[in-house]
């Protein structure tokens, strides 16, 4: 569809594209300075003014910089992610397209004991056991789906029995500003593993494109280091 | 969990509760008004400006008014739903809450021709036998869900064979603005007739709490009618 | 033009007047609960859950409450009100009013050296002197702007001549998690003078109207107190 | 300060230029056809694709394109154009530096009757008379603004002296959905002739990197066109 600048798998079946990019670490100090009326000086300087910027939540220098993904994943994946607002979504239409069958199938399904968020592995050979009722779980609904269409019955119903398991598409488009708020909670060691893989792939994205920011971002963000003069 | 102002059924299991409201035809006029240092006069040359206002996209004055409803309809729905950019949600979460068995199961079933978006009502009996089959489905789902959960994997992990006709509930505020936006498109004709289901009540109740705003809505955005000094 | 529910003078011709509000700490709650599937509890629990909230940056439950404003202030402090984006602004108009006499003359000037962003107050006379050239300015800019408009000069352009001390008007609605932003960055002492009078203003009406919310803001946003279980 | 795109003169001593771009009209195509999983096609079957979404109200897939402007423009331009809230800015601040002296001075005056929206030219030497006038305002304004740094007064505080007509300058970085927004207000006949100005330049810069949704917004939005199938 398209030839993206990187590609990272996710999960079984996903992944994360950049397929387009504006702006930088240099736009971030242009769009700073001009509040002084200035413009970009020497690297040792123009690095710490962006580090300044971040560490004391002088946020909007860093808006002039806009990445756009391809992003596969699981629906109930793409529902934690449409939850993020300032951004630009367009997403494979279950009314228009028929959709595949892709369905997300975890390695290893985590355990949780009541009134409780901490995970576990599930062992052997239980893991397995449900997987497998889960994986033939997956064939029946996508069974069922092809029935319903084949019967004539309108794409938009027949997609009421696909699992949340079940992969989309979408285009994203997000200044760095609203991406570093995505990844500082979808790194966040509270957020859904899923959607941590996801927001891992595209750190490394951002690291790449964005590398004064980056580190920036995880030393006055993510750390919560001080700022000192 | 709370006394709604207005509450009205729709769907199988769903409803639309109006819980909270702010402000109204008059708070149009007001902050209409204040551009020219006045404020509100008598009701005609009132009603009048806020005609003027809304066919001539004058539409910040209308933000100064706010609904907070508390929805549940079908997954499926809510997806079209979030969407809507400018506007406040709080969903019941599938990673902390165990969801309800409630699905939704449509009267009858649209069918629809290869390549064409025109959708006829399913003939009987196709229609109890097709209905007779997703309601099986559903049932094996929530069976499944639950055989998960009782051997201990996460909520999180669980939720992901439930299907999209699953009910949801959620909180969500927003200004009449953004509300009249979100009504001319899931109003329309092209939208999917579950979510126009909602936009219908929701236009009852704003027709009930800004009848101005909603008459001058109807004729001005709706109907396209040109406005004439 | 409304009877405020609060009003509170600021700087010389200034004010700050609530003029609806929707919500409170329990909306928080409501909104916050959703998620697990229940409502409100028991206070000491529910005011817990809210500090929680706060604390780990659960912001969205805070947007189901709603503040409308009515605010007199200069243009130079107008300029930065409106870089708020997530909120709505109606302003009067110096394309369709005239504009009033009233201008901002600070009781006591600020000194600062070069390079330098650390103030002082000005020294009598100097102040005086100073504040009176002023003070001849405003009169001699509104003299000019009356004698344009006499001359049957646009008020468009008329306006052109008006100084960034000119007081103006508008109304202001904006949730209470973008209000917390406004606070944060308003109250700070890196924010000018002026719009801190008016954030203070401001936070005292929040105080009022969401007690138990402002009180965490103060403890967890704004003194960055870390959350002990 | 950068090497602009393009760069066009507006006014008396403003400017437009494009500093950096992302999209196009294929990233509109791109964004569409995803909902059907699909990518581009041929150049008529794409242009008419893009000519129907826009007709038809369908404005997400214009978001992934991306303009990057720095203005040069009048504080009372700047005003109006900072409404538009879903873009980004960065402008020169009067706090931290001294701002130049650069004022609007308009060719020709116009002339407004009492309760009346209809502008005349004025006439000679009305025109010339008045113009001298406000000249020598400015040069007062500035010599007062001057006088009070000299003495040691604080920017923020000097800065009140300055009239609206004083010129300011940002970044601005909008995708081609808000810019369609802002455009089809501030080109039309009822915005002030000012910014109507720099509307223009920003139309002639639109429609040379997006000729395709320039030319399907003419149409369809702007004149009003019905689409036809």
Redesign the interface.
Known sequence: ??EPLREIAVLDHGFVKLV????GDM?VV???R??????VTEPERDRKLLAFLLAN?HE??F??S?F?FHIKC???VA?QW??H??A??????????TL?EEF?L?EV?????AKNYR?ER?AEP?NSV?KG??AA??Q??YD?YR??LQ???????A???????LYT???W?I?ARALMNFLS?RLDKHA?DEIRHYAEAIAGVFAEYMPWTFDAFKRYVVSGEKWIE
């Open positions: 569809m398209e387009d990019f504006m702006g736009a242009q769009a700073a001009v509040s002084f009326g200035k413009g939540r909007t220098p808006e002039h806009v756009k699981p629906l109930f529902r449409f939850r607002r300032i630009s979504y367009n997403e494979i239409s279950g009314r228009y397209a595949n997300c975890p399904l985590r355990t949780q004991k995970y599930m239980e449900l009722k889960m779980f997956y029946a609904a069922l029935e319903l019967n004539g019955v309108a794409k938009e119903h997609r009421m029995v696909l699992p949340l398991a598409q979408f285009y488009t200044n909670l859904q």
